[in-house]
């Protein structure tokens, strides 16, 4: 076992032998001493340990394969306050601070979540560390990164998908990186579109990661539409373009973004049938009454049963460019209404486009016919039961009478 102690014993030589060389080979000039090597002599021992049992094993060959290695950052550049002359030093060594080079960087991270909730004693939120490494740090474009487009998920996902430490400190969202995972985004990291698809970074960012709360966030609710547009422009357009997206832009922010319809961390393909049908009821969310009427309809009926390939909302509104119906340029105005029914519908009449698809039985105003109809069936069907409930009931009590009160069936043989 490597103990601090046998560590001094070792380093007592190593400051003898080094003594030793320019006396024995007094031909060759002196090599200046590598600064590290003095460090290494102790620390290179991957078992190495400090008196509390913790590693203090470096790994020399890393180091040298990172970024500050190639740069040939001397130990001490980051652990300030230690020297090569003045060893062994004492027990206690302050923390590294990125700043003193990275003070761009630095200035950026303390306004993030994370270095806020540092700040505030969080031990849980992500340091510099976290992200990057000690001593393995290479530069986000090395494919080996923990901050390259490749690796971000997995970073984050040591705390953001780690159900442990998601209980432990109430991250907010619950595992948010599993959800990720299994979205069309997280799939696509992993095939063909693997670089065009976003990881967390692209969303968040790296050093501005904010609460969903925070305006200056990329993903408060104002600025959902612009981070998913930043890729997906056509949807953008036609988004801003429909009634949802001017509502954003006259500042009601009420009104849905992509992620309303589209979740944020668990996104669909938009064909895959549990999308196209949980879609309708966030539709229902805001358009209640629309949504009721659709189900009294053919078409609510079978997608309400899971079955997609239907008429659902977007199939006559869009999806993106929704417009009221006095709009010429709505899929269901009155100019573009047949053809949206032909799109299924092959043979459809002007005739059969007349069908109402919001048809309400309760609203005498707007469908006298469909009122008055629904009226009479049910009015009907409350005839037909009340007519043969009152028939049993006088059929029972008979037969009772017959049974308890001794009479013969109209003096009939019993
Ligand atoms: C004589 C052996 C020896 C040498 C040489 C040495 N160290 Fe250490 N170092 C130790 C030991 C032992 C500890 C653990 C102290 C303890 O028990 O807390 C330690 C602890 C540390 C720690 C803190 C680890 C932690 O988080 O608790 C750092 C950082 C460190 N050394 C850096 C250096 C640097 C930089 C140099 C070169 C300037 C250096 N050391 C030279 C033996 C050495
Ligand atoms: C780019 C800055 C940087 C350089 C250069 C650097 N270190 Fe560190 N080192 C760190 C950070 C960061 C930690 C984690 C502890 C902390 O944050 O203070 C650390 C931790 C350590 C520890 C404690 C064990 C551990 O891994 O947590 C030892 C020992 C250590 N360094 C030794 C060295 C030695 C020896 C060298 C030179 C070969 C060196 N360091 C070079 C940044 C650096
Ligand atoms: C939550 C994770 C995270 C934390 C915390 C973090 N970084 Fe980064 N950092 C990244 C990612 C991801 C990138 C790559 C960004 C990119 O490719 O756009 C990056 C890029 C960098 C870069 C290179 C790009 C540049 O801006 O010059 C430096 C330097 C850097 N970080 C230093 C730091 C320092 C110093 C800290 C602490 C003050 C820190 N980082 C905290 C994730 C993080
Ligand atoms: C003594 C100064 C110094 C300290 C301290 C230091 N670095 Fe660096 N770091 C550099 C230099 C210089 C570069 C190379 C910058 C360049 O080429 O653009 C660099 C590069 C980086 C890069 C790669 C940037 C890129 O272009 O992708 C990252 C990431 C990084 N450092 C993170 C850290 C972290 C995290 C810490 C604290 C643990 C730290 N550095 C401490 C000097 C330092
Ligand atoms: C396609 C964009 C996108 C990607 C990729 C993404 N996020 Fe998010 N994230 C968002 C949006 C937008 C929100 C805001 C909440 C909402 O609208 O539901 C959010 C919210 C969050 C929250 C807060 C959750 C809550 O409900 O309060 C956390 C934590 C988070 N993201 C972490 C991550 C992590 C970790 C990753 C990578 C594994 C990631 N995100 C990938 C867009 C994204
Ligand atoms: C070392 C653990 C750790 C890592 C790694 C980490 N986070 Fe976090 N993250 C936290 C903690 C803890 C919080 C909660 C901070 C608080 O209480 O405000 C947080 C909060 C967040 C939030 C704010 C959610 C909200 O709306 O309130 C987002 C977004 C987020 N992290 C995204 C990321 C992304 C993206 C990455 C990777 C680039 C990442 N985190 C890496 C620990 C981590
Ligand atoms: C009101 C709900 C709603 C909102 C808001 C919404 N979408 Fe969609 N999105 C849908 C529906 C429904 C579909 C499927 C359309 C279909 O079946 O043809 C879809 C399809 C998509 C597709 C697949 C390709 C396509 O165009 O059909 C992408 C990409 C997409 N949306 C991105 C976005 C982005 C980016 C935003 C924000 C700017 C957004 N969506 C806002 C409901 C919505
Ligand atoms: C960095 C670029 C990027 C960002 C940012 C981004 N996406 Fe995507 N998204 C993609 C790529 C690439 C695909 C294609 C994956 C595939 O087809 O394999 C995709 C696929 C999708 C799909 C499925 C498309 C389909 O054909 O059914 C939807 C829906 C979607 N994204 C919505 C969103 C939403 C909502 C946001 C914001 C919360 C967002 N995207 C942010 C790049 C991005
Ligand atoms: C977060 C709430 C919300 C969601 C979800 C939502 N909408 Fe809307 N929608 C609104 C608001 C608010 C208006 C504007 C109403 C107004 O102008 O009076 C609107 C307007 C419309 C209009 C134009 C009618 C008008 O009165 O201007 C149509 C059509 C429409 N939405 C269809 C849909 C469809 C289809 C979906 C699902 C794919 C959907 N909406 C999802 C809130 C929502
Ligand atoms: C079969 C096609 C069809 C389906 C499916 C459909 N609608 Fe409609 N929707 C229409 C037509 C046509 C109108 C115009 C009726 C009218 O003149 O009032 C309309 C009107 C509306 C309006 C009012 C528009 C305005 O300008 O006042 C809203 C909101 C709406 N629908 C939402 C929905 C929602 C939400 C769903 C799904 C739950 C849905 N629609 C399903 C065809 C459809
Ligand atoms: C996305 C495809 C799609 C669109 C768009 C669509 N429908 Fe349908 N609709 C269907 C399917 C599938 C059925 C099942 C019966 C069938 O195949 O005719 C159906 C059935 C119906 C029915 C009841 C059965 C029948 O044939 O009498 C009516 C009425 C109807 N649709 C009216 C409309 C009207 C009006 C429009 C345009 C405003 C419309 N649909 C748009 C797919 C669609």
Redesign the pocket.
């Known amino acids: 076992m490597i103990t601090p102690r046998s560590l001094l014993v070792a380093f007592a030589c190593f400051l003898l032998l080094g003594a030793a060389s320019p006396a024995t080979h007094a031909a060759s000039p002196p090599a200046a001493p590598a600064p590290n090597d003095a460090c290494l002599m102790c620390h290179a021992d991957k078992d190495a340990k400090s008196a509390a049992g913790k590693s203090i094993g470096v790994d020399a060959d890393r180091f040298k394969a990172s970024v500050h290695g190639e740069l040939q950052l001397k130990c001490t550049d980051c652990h300030a306050g230690l020297s090569p002359q003045k060893l062994p030093h004492a027990d206690n060594v302050a923390p590294v601070n990125?700043?003193t080079c990275?003070d761009?960087?630095?200035a950026e991270?303390?306004g993030?979540v994370?270095?806020v909730a540092r700040k505030g004693g969080n031990t849980v939120a992500?340091?510099?560390t976290?992200?990057?490494g000690t001593h393995d740090i290479l530069?986000?474009k090395d494919p080996q990164s923990r901050?390259n487009?490749a690796n971000?998920e997995a970073?984050?996902a040591k705390c953001h998908g780690s159900d442990a430490i998601v209980a432990q400190a109430k991250l907010p969202g619950g595992n948010v990186a599993s959800k990720f995972h299994d979205s069309i985004h997280g799939k696509a990291l992993k095939g063909a579109a693997q670089g065009s698809a976003p990881t967390c970074?692209n969303c968040h960012g790296?050093?501005s990661?904010r609460p969903k709360s925070d305006e200056k966030s990329s993903v408060a609710r104002a600025k959902i539409p612009d981070t998913c547009g930043s890729c997906h422009k056509p949807e953008l357009a036609a988004f801003q373009n429909g009634r949802h997206g001017k509502l954003r832009q006259d500042g009601v922010v009420a009104g849905p973004g992509c992620t309303d319809c589209h979740s944020a961390h668990a996104i669909q393909q938009h064909t895959a049938a549990n999308f196209q049908t949980e879609v309708i009821k966030e539709c229902g969310t805001c358009h209640s009454d629309y949504l009721k009427t659709y189900r009294d309809t053919f078409h609510g009926q079978v997608t309400e049963l899971g079955y997609a390939r239907m008429a659902t909302c977007a199939s006559c509104h869009g999806a993106h460019d929704v417009r009221p119906a006095s709009d010429p340029a709505s899929k269901v105005s009155k100019e573009n209404r047949l053809k949206t029914c032909q799109a299924c519908h092959a043979g459809a009449s002007a005739n059969f486009a007349s069908f109402d698809p919001h048809a309400n039985r309760h609203d005498k105003a707007r469908d006298p016919v469909y009122y008055y109809a629904a009226l009479f069936m049910e009015l009907l069907l409350f005839g037909v039961f009340a007519f043969f409930g009152v028939h049993t009931v006088l059929w029972l009590y008979r037969e009772l009478a017959v049974k308890f009160g001794g009479g013969g069936r109209h003096g009939g043989p019993r």
Do not use: E, F, L
């Open positions: 990125c700043a990275h761009k960087a630095a991270y303390a993030t994370h270095g992500a340091a510099c976290d992200c990057h530069r986000s901050t487009h971000v970073t984050c970074s790296a050093h990661i």
